[in-house]
Every structure is written in C-alpha cells, then in structure tokens.
C-alpha cells in the first residue's frame, strides 16, 4: 500500500510539473502575437491569463497531492531529503504567486514564476527519490515547522526575485552598454545554466550513463564514486572502473575529494559549459542581448507596479523566514543538539540571508531605495538564498547535511 501511495504521489507531481509549464506557454500567449486592436489585445490577455491561472491552480492541487500522498506513504513529512525539500520549495513559489496574482493581475509574471517553478521541480528530480527512515534528528515536529515556514518566506522571496527581474529588464536601456546591461546578462546566464544543469541531467538519466571511479577519500578511506555526468574532472588520483566511459580530461584538485566533491565539481563544470553554450547560441541567434530580446513583452507593464509587487512579496516573506529560518530553527536546535545556536555553515547562511533582507527592508524604508535599487537587491538575495541551497547545502559539511541527498 505505502509503495502505491508513492508512486501516485510521483505521478501527481509529474502532472503538477506538466501543468505549471503549459500555463506559462499560456501566459507566454497573453503578451506575444499580433493584434489589429488594444481591446483584441486586451481580450487575449484575458483569455489567455484567465486560462493559465485556472491551469496553475490545478496544478497546484496535483502539487499538493503529492506532497499528502507521500506524506502518508512515508510516514513522516515529506521535508527531509533535497527532493523533497526543493519539490516543496517550488509548490510554495506557486502558492506566492497564486497569492500575488489575485493582488495584482498581472499575467507575465507567471511566465518568471511559474518557469522558476518549473525548474526548481527539475531540479530536485535530479537528487535521490527514494523515500528514507528519518535520522533521529529529524524526528521532530520542529521538522514541519521549520521547514515549512522556511519554503513558504523563500518561495514568497522568489516571488520577489521575479518582479524584480522583470523590473530590471523592463528599465534598463538596453541602447547602450553599462554595468546594468551587463549584470543583467550575467543573471541570465546564471538562470541559463541551471536550466542547462537540468536538462543535461535529465538527458544522461535517460540514457542510464554511470562512471565509476575508485579513489581514496579525505580521510584516508577508499571509496568508490559514481559519476551520472561524462567526467570531464575525475578524482585526484583515481582509478576509473568503467573503462568502456570516456576518460577524464584532467584530475580535481587533492585537497578536493571529501562529500563526492569531485563529482558536483564535474557537475558545476557542465552546467558552466552548457549555460554558457546555450547562452552564446540564443545571442547569435537574435543578434542583441537577450535582455532587449526580452523587453518588448514587459512594453505594457507600469515599472512602479512591478517594484511594489517585489516589496510586497518580500515584505510578506521577511516575517515568516524570520519565524522559520530563525527562531523554529534555534528552538529545534536547542532540542536536538543541546544549543540555539553552533556556527554551522547553513546557520550562517540563514543569518546571512536573513541580515541582508532586512538591510533591503530598512534602506527601503529609510532611504528611499526604491525601483533600480530594489531590484537588484531582491535579485541578489535570491542568489543568496540559491547560493545556501546549491553550494552550502552540497559542498560544506555541517550538521545539517543530512539533507544533501
């Protein structure tokens, strides 16, 4: 029975996941395409958004199930693995939206939304599926607390990197080469390459492509690697086990060899060179950078309310991060580990993350930092955020890398 409820909360997923990327072509449709008037303009914007949002909705239901179904099937919250964490981070970045949009109507902002959604689904597919017994630590209803509350402020702060994406591409001249020019090109490439990251996994998954590589570890230990990804960076003084795969073109560096730390440095090293191939490819293709390939379809939208939508985002986030990321996550502390606070690299990050959020909430408020500014800091601190789940989350060891598979 548990196995079954499983694989229907897969199947849920992949539905909720096929759903959210049909209603972003949907919102795609409401500001490309030739009209003779404003009114059938108008009319097809209405359509179409009505459309995708009934569609994001219903995915969000699938979403839902999901999370429920496993939930049973597992016995435990689904909260505990990267999987399950990033699959319930994407459902809180479409509930965000879902809530942003009954505010304000604005339909493109599906398109930034629901395809970050839509990668960040892809992008836990790539990690471990398979259900897992909590660890002692996790069993705790600080787990659905903290965890929760965590997703929905960085789900709401998604929101917030969005509309101010969508701000910056709007207002920056893209008539002349600057820094804001060339910032907003370097943030394109890096969403690129994360989408580049998830289709070449998806792509070598499919074809089944496994490496194996016997080293010996950080601590003296040996171990045998898997690569899923052609080993462009094999580890330091290994031993490849599938001679049939093609060889490494050079070695990690030795001090690099504890956590699989050759394998994601392989891995960073392909989304490195996948994003940067697609993002060459798509400027020869228009001819210009891809923000002004982008601007025309934000032509309608009022910049003021594109900045008011990323302030609001975020200042509905702050509060329920603050609740998770900080005072659940001292408290669960102090019960599993005998103390609020350890100076454990994701604790850090939380505070990093939580301090630079509310520096963006207090020049806003104190400074009248607004508009320009407040775009780019709201894109910042979702590459924050990234940054702790990604690099932190994957490389560093601490307490919590439990959570890395």
């Known amino acids: 029975m548990e196995d079954r409820l499983i694989s229907f909360s897969s ?46 909705v219903i995915g969000f239901g699938f979403h839902a199930a999901y999370y429920v179904l496993r939930w049973i099937g597992q016995g435990h919250a689904p909260l505990s693995s990267m999987f399950e964490f990033m699959s319930f981070l994407a459902m809180m970045t479409v509930l965000g939206f879902i ?36 660890v002692p630590a996790l069993q705790s209803h600080w787990l659905k607390l903290h965890v929760a509350t965590v997703a929905l402020g960085e789900g709401l702060f998604a929101v917030g990197f969005a509309a101010g994406l969508m701000y910056l591409i709007r207002t920056v001249d893209q008539h002349k080469s600057s820094w804001h020019t060339v910032m907003l090109e370097w943030v394109l490439a890096a969403i690129l390459m994360v989408i580049g990251f998830v289709g070449l ?114 200042i509905i ?21 005998g103390r609020f606070w350890g100076w454990d690299p994701k604790e850090v990050w939380a505070l990093i993350t939580w301090l630079f959020y509310a520096s963006y909430i207090h020049l806003r408020l104190t400074k009248g930092w607004e508009g320009m500014k407040s775009a780019w800091l709201a894109v910042l601190g979702f590459v924050i955020i990234m940054f702790n789940l990604v690099f932190v989350n994957l490389v560093i060891a601490g307490l919590h890398s439990y959570v890395s598979g």
């Open 11 to 56: 199947t849920a997923l992949l539905i909720a996941f096929l759903l959210y990327l049909v209603s972003a072509l949907f919102f795609v449709f409401t500001v490309t395409g030739r009209t003779k008037s404003a009114e059938e303009k108008q009319y097809i914007k209405q359509k179409w958004g009505r459309l995708g949002f009934g569609l994001t």
């Open 99 to 134: 809530v942003i949009y009954r505010m304000y109507r604005t339909t493109i902002l599906g398109v930034f939304v629901l395809l970050l959604a839509v990668t960040l689904l892809g992008w836990a597919s790539v990690f471990d599926t398979t259900p897992k017994p909590l």
């Open 201 to 314: 996994v998806f792509t070598f998954s499919f074809l089944d492509y496994e490496a194996q590589f016997k080293y010996i570890n950080e601590r003296g230990q040996e171990q045998v690697l898997t690569y899923t990804l052609p080993p462009l960076a094999g580890p330091y003084e290994g031993e490849q086990l599938s001679q049939e795969r093609m060889r490494p073109l050079f070695e990690t560096p030795s001090w690099m060899q504890g956590r699989d730390a050759p394998r994601k440095f392989n891995t960073l090293i392909w989304s490195v060179l996948v994003g940067g191939v697609l993002y060459i490819l798509l400027r020869l293709l228009a001819g210009k950078r891809l923000g002004a390939v982008i601007q025309p379809w934000l032509a309608d939208l009022k910049p003021s309310m594109l900045d008011e939508i990323s302030y609001r985002a975020i």
């Open 317 to 337: 986030a702050f509060p329920i991060f603050t609740l998770g990321g900080l005072v659940f996550a001292m408290i669960w502390a102090e019960e599993a580990w």
